[in-house]
């Protein structure tokens, strides 16, 4: 099982989710978190402080889910998320070692599907 | 060393972190989030468009942990956060490369301990 | 790539992330968590509860990096996050699979420069 972990702008997250929802992702974990990217102009120091470097609201989105399944869902994820502006965002991936449905107990792919 | 995620339900919080403690797990890390998992009836779309499907607010607990004691918290995690329902929530496990207590500089198993 | 995790205390954040800036670390990823450490003198059962493990507000920074430049960073936070006082925080290493810039589909390295 791998993680996919995408930091997105706040605006693209309810069409990422129903693009999702509709390839068969249902269960998704959100995080409201800020950040700071690479931007033209903006160095470290600036005026003598660096508080030039803007930190922006994002959406984390992390989706854990079969590991032949994470091409899908990185390319839905960038048609539905870019804009072709600085700032649409980035995508990470992770092993995953193990998951469990607590409910059920089930472990590993069932503990996801 | 690996990491254990927990999604789980808020209420269930509380009695998570007790029950960790008096089992030696003093350090973990907290974080609000909101999720979606699978949910009978749920479908993507649904009256044209997919706003049906909750997100409902979750705990995420991060606790990174000696590989050896992986299960034992799983079983923790399970026995306090299970209620039968639908939406008891997921456990994923991480491997971890490194760790270091800032303070003391130690790094490795030593630092998680 | 490596992701490195720092749990840390709120008043060191922008201190870190200026220095992170001046070494050509741009992007960076904070979550707002709470956290609990081992503490002397504070046990899991005390008065009949364990309330009395206090769950302080830390900040979270992710920061995705080639890996040879890991050790680089786990210098930079100790140096600007260390007080010496209990409470200074934990890093933690992660192996990164992939990474993705979603404005220009570039993955790999390239991704996270
Ligand atoms: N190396 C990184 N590690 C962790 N998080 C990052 C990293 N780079 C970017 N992020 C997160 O992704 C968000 C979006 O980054 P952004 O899209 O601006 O990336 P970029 O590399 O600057 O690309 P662009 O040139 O398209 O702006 C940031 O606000 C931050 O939360
Ligand atoms: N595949 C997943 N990736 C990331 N987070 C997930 C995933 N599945 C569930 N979650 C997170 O776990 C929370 C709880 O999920 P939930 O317990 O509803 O799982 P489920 O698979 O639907 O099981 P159940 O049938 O018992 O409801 C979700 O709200 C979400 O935050
Ligand atoms: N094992 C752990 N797993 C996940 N998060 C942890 C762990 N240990 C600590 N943390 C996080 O790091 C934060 C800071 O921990 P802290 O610096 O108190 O660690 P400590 O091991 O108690 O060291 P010290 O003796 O210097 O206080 C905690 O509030 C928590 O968010
Ligand atoms: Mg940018
Ligand atoms: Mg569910
Ligand atoms: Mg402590």
Redo the contacts between chains.
């Keep these: 099982m791998?993680?996919i972990e995408?930091?997105?702008r706040p605006e693209k997250f309810?069409a990422l989710?129903?693009e999702?929802?509709?390839?068969?992702f249902?269960?998704?974990?959100?995080?409201e978190?800020?950040?700071?990217?690479?931007?033209k102009g903006?160095?470290?120091?600036f005026r003598g402080?660096?508080?030039e470097?803007k930190?922006l609201p994002?959406i984390?989105i992390e989706l854990?889910l079969p590991q032949e399944r994470t091409d899908e869902v990185?390319d839905i994820?960038?048609d539905t998320?870019?804009?072709?502006?600085?700032?649409?965002?980035?995508?990470?991936?992770?092993?995953?070692?193990?998951?469990?449905?607590?409910?059920t107990?089930e472990r590993g792919k069932p503990?996801?599907l």
């Design positions: 791998k993680k995408a930091i997105i309810q989710r129903d999702l929802a509709s390839h068969g249902l269960g998704l974990t959100v995080t978190v800020a950040g700071t990217g690479k931007q903006q160095t470290g120091v402080t660096s508080y470097i930190v994002k984390k854990v990185i994820i960038i998320c870019h804009t072709d502006q600085i700032g649409d965002g980035k995508i990470f991936v992770y092993d995953v070692e193990d998951a469990v449905r607590i409910r107990k503990a996801v």
